[in-house]
């Protein structure tokens, strides 16, 4: 069986913007790169129901989200001045498209017009108070996405914060919880399980996952536990980067940029417990992203620095990930998705 990813990378030194490549179940390896499309920085990735192709955009010292069809033609970019986004999803049920902006601590709220191309509609921008951390200079949003009832929720790197907003039909956002963490966290992305109003937030800055509760009636988080990412015995620099969650909810993904590890936990039948069961190299620098292939049965893994993918296949019953291939090329490669 033949699997297409799409890559989205830097452009800083030999990549060239959106690529493909496939994975061959049979075989075990990953093959055939491909340039899809030239774009500049590309760092992030979501694909519509329709197959169009949404993007993190730089166009001329401006940033902003980009649009292709599911060719890979361009449909249109919505850009402002300032440095580009670093995250975007696709809300189906609103015809809308949100994105993250870390350096300037906003949410940007885009509609889907009936091509697939985009309009601005809501920019907000964060101005709380920032963590002591020396990444925390100013408020850095990182993460802009749906909530099981249709809430956003964003996470704030900078101010420590996880927000959820409501969204009108029309993209109009309006704040009913805010979760704070602990100072100094850096919360980066967080996964939902599947079946229960339970998150996971992985904290970039001190090398955490964090289970929460989700109070749907009025879109609150509480903490539950949390554990480390590392192994007790590493001192060196360090920052959580992705995290994913199996389909049926049993295990947690996460991946270490310094230690250049996935770190696997098992999570309890009722979700709000997780114990760290493997932590395994990712064969390369800077592992910024990984995704679980639809089968559930494959990891492909990005380590940004040593331009290469690591590729595991991923034991359904207990959660353990085995290295069956590394060093596949993927020029400066910071965002892996399993095309629909």
Do not use: W
Not at 237 to 246: E, M, Q, T, W
């Amino acid at each position: 069986m033949l699997q297409h990813l799409l890559l989205g990378t830097y452009t800083r030194r030999d990549s060239k913007g959106i690529y493909r490549i496939t994975l061959d179940t049979d075989k075990e390896q990953l093959v055939n790169l491909s340039l899809a499309t030239e774009e500049n920085s590309p760092t992030y990735l979501a694909q519509s129901k329709a197959k169009n192709l949404y993007t993190v955009t730089a166009v001329d010292g401006k940033g902003g989200c980009g649009a292709y069809d599911k060719n890979f033609n361009f449909l249109n970019a919505v850009t402002k001045e300032g440095a580009p986004l670093c995250y975007v999803a696709v809300d189906e049920q609103r015809q809308l498209v949100y994105g993250a902006n870390y350096h300037l601590g906003e949410i940007s709220v885009y509609g889907l017009k009936e091509d697939g191309s985009l309009e601005s509609k809501v920019i907000i921008k964060h101005d709380e108070p920032t963590g002591s951390n020396e990444n925390q200079d100013n408020p850095h949003v990182h993460y802009t996405d749906l909530t099981p009832d249709k809430r956003l929720v964003v996470c704030d790197l900078g101010t420590d914060r996880v927000y959820t907003y409501n969204v009108s039909q029309d993209g109009k956002l309006d704040e009913v919880a805010v979760y704070q963490t602990e100072d100094g966290a850096g919360p980066r992305h967080l996964v939902f399980h599947p079946t229960k109003n339970i998150a996971y937030l992985l904290g970039e800055l001190n090398s955490t996952l964090t289970v929460l509760s989700y109070n749907p009636e009025d879109g609150s988080f509480a903490e539950i536990m949390q554990d480390s990412l590392l192994p007790k015995d590493f001192t060196g620099a360090n920052g959580g980067a992705a995290i994913r969650i199996s389909a049926d909810g049993r295990f947690v993904y996460a991946s270490n940029r310094g230690h250049n590890s996935i770190v696997v936990f098992a999570v309890s039948a009722d979700g709000l417990t997780i114990e760290k069961i493997q932590t395994i190299s990712t064969e390369g620098e800077f592992p910024r992203d990984f995704a679980i292939d639809p089968s559930g049965r494959y990891v492909v893994c990005a380590n940004q620095n040593s331009d290469n993918l690591s590729l595991y296949t991923r034991n359904e019953t207990d959660g353990y990930l085995t290295l069956v291939q590394k060093d596949v090329y993927a020029p400066e490669c910071v965002c892996v998705l399993f095309e629909d």
